[in-house]
């Protein structure tokens, strides 16, 4: 997958959009309203446990499977060339990120009714990050600086679509998980 390849530009690109507004965003939200029901973190414990790095695996592991599902697909099916497959790594990375900040909702929150998605600054974000990548792919100038290319609307659609997957897989995870405990309990 060598055309896939992320130019350095667009890396810093991503972790300046990608990174930035959302963490901003979560940060002036409500929060989960029980932790404070709950004891104290053991300040000698780690804050992140050997459980959590599982998850932090698990999570990096389905964003990257989704960038190379979007570049197979460009390449194999849709016979894309170097560029159109880095161009829909690129998007599919971009929204992967976004989107995985509803992830990041407290366990045993519900998928659509918890503090990421009441908070309306994550919505903001969201546009914000979106309209500043339509921008960098609008503006000529950005997208020869960024190695993008114009892209047409079904590429943007596949891209968008397979950035859901990690997603709507940690989604349904999430519920079965929590299922499975109050089943147990």
Not at 4 to 33: E, H, K, S, Y
Not at 124 to 131: D, K, Q, T, Y
Not at 151 to 156: I, N, T, Y
Not at 161 to 173: A, R
Request: hydrophobic share 50%; aromatic share 10%; net charge positive.
């Amino acid at each position: 997958m060598p055309g896939a390849t992320l130019l350095p530009l667009q890396i810093l690109f991503l972790n300046m959009v990608t990174d930035i507004f959302p963490a901003l965003a979560l940060g002036l939200g409500t929060g989960d309203r029980t932790v404070m029901d709950r004891p104290p973190r053991d300040p000698g414990k780690d804050i992140v446990t050997g459980k959590k790095w599982l998850v932090i695996a698990l999570y990096a592991t389905a964003i990257t499977s989704a960038v190379i599902i979007a570049v197979l697909y460009g390449q194999k099916i849709l016979h894309g060339n170097d560029r159109t497959c880095n161009n829909m790594a690129f998007i599919t990375l971009t929204f992967a990120q976004l989107f995985h900040v509803f992830n990041m909702a407290s366990e045993g929150s519900g998928p659509f009714n918890n503090e990421v998605t009441r908070n309306k600054w994550i919505w903001l974000a969201i546009l914000v990050c979106g309209a500043l990548l339509l921008m960098v792919f609008a503006v000529p100038s950005l997208r020869l600086v960024l190695g993008l290319s114009v892209l047409s609307f079904p590429l943007w659609v596949t891209a968008v679509m397979i950035s859901l997957l990690p997603l709507i897989i940690f989604q349904i995870y999430k519920s079965a998980r929590k299922a499975a405990h109050q089943t147990r309990h």
